[in-house]
């Protein structure tokens, strides 16, 4: 009864939700807006299991789910759809476009909730693990460290971490696990000075480095990041630090775009810009967020949203225009031939130096003309769209089934983040969930190499385990404590 009552309480609020939103939007067609709202509808149901369950398995749903509408499903709700100046959007397959995207956002839900349900997915640590507070502090120390010289590599020298990066993601995702740790130890009354002041002053470095680089993803990466690991270890959503949050970033991330020339001007050393270094770029970081500061005006949010949702946030462009090349112009489906990468992904360059380089989202993007004709810029190729262009629109929604499943079974393997060594390795592959406007390989080939290597490193700790109680597995049934 009680689980009934909760269901009916997440549906209704999920529909409350729903009926509001049909209230303020103004579409430019009814019947393409109520595939968004109906998909809108299904988005939200497992948002608000997460809200009333605070079980994480509905909030790691939520994050693939809602991106993938908004980028898809969200701009058929705008009063003027998106255009663009080179990607062509053929009107006349709106409809289609609309429907099997609005399903396959269904089919995501469906296959992550229908697949895999049993608990035969063994996990890569055991839930109940824990690092003693001390080791807890060592590990967010190192990772600062670690962060630190994968900084000044990227910046320096960024040819000696290239071959390696493919081996162990933790190179790259040494900041965020670092203020990940950080916080861990802080929130289990981690309270020595030597731990926090690095790890408070890394946040600041890490923040304004970003801010330099006009890359809110990774902000929004460290963001989360935090959050979850807060939600894991109190059991509680933090509403007023998510408030904050919005209030401190929103205006930067929206001034974001008056930086972005500049900052690509930097990276690629062109009309007489040099490339900056790190202390250099943590002054730009500063001034960019004071700039952006002394012109927000928050009267101005309506409107920012909307520019932001119509330019930043959509790829109807992007299946229109491959629409358009296949259904228009007759070019051939390629029936899995992009796929091919995903094998070999997992294998690094270090041990396979003759791996070609993975270029298919940019070549991607290039044969279907979803690049500028003179840009030089790596792209991204929608996962979305790259199942339309290997089976065609019921593609889209057969291969978001199975995507779903994947998510569920790579987010089982890590228990949900319950377990130190869980949420380490969960963070890490959270990073992957949100990007769906990356290719399949790209996605899928990041959560397979992060579940190698942390289960690498949970075979070197349970041996650690193992020599600390003389080749005995412990026998305690309280949670497996680590301190080395």
């Known amino acids: 009864m009680i689980i009934r009552k909760q269901t009916l309480k997440i549906l209704t609020t999920a529909f409350g939700v729903t009926a509001l939103v049909s209230l303020f939007v103004r579409p430019d067609s009814w019947g393409l807006a109520v595939w968004a709202l ?18 994480l398995k509905h909030f790691c749903l939520f994050i693939p789910l809602i991106m993938t509408w908004i980028y898809f499903v969200a701009p058929y709700l705008y009063e003027d759809l998106p255009t663009h100046s080179y990607r062509v959007i053929p009107f006349e397959y709106l409809p289609e476009m609309a429907v099997y995207s609005a399903l396959s956002v269904s089919a995501l839900a469906l296959g992550y909730y229908v697949l895999f349900r049993r608990p035969f997915v063994s996990f890569i640590s055991p839930p109940d693990f824990r690092f003693s507070p001390e080791i807890l502090g060592r590990v967010a120390v190192t990772f600062v460290l670690i962060g630190l010289l994968s900084r000044a590599f990227d910046y320096y020298l960024p040819w000696v971490l290239r071959p390696w990066s493919q081996l162990f993601q ?10 990940c740790s950080g916080l861990l130890y802080y929130l289990r009354n981690g309270r020595r000075f030597v731990i926090l002041l690095p790890t408070s002053a890394f946040f600041i470095f890490e923040i304004l480095l970003r801010v330099s680089e006009t890359l809110f993803s990774k902000i929004a990466f460290l963001t989360a990041g935090l959050l979850l690991v807060y939600i894991i270890e109190r059991k509680k959503i933090p509403w007023i630090a998510i408030g904050v949050s919005f209030l401190i970033a929103f205006p930067v991330f929206n001034a974001r775009m008056e930086f972005r020339m500049e900052a690509h001007n930097r990276w690629y050393q062109m009309a007489g810009n040099e490339h900056f270094g790190i202390p250099e770029l943590l002054g730009k970081g500063l001034e960019y967020m004071g700039k952006s500061y002394s012109f927000w005006d928050w009267g101005s949010l309506d409107d ?3 520019k932001q949702a119509s330019s930043r946030f959509e790829n109807i462009s992007y299946l229109g225009q491959c629409v358009y090349m296949v259904e228009m112009l007759g070019k051939d489906l390629k029936y899995g031939e992009t796929f091919w990468w995903l094998p070999l992904t997992p294998v690094p ?19 279907y003309g979803c690049r500028g004709y003179n840009s030089q810029a790596a792209m ?11 089976f065609g629109f019921l593609g889209m929604v057969v291969l978001s089934f199975l995507q779903g499943g994947l998510y569920r079974w790579s987010l089982a393997k890590v228990a949900y983040g319950l377990g130190d060594l869980n949420t380490l390795a969960f963070i890490n592959i959270l990073w992957h969930l949100e ?27 349970k041996i650690r385990v193992l020599k600390q109680n003389n080749g005995h597995a412990s026998q305690s049934k309280g949670p497996v404590t680590l301190a080395l």
């Open 38 to 55: 109906l998909s809108l509808l299904i988005s939200l149901i497992p948002l608000f299991s997460f809200i009333f369950s605070r079980q």
């Open 170 to 179: 933790i190179l790259d995702f040494a900041p965020v696990l670092a203020l």
């Open 349 to 367: 360059r270090i041990i396979f130096p003759w791996k070609p380089p993975n270029y298919h989202a940019t070549l991607l993007a290039t044969e």
């Open 304 to 306: 920012s949203v909307a």
């Open 380 to 390: 991204n190729f929608p996962m979305l769209v790259e199942m339309f262009i290997n």
């Open 435 to 461: 990007k769906v406007e990356s290719n399949i390989t790209m996605i899928f080939g990041g959560i397979f190499q992060a579940l190698i290597t942390w289960w690498l490193i949970s075979r070197f700790l």
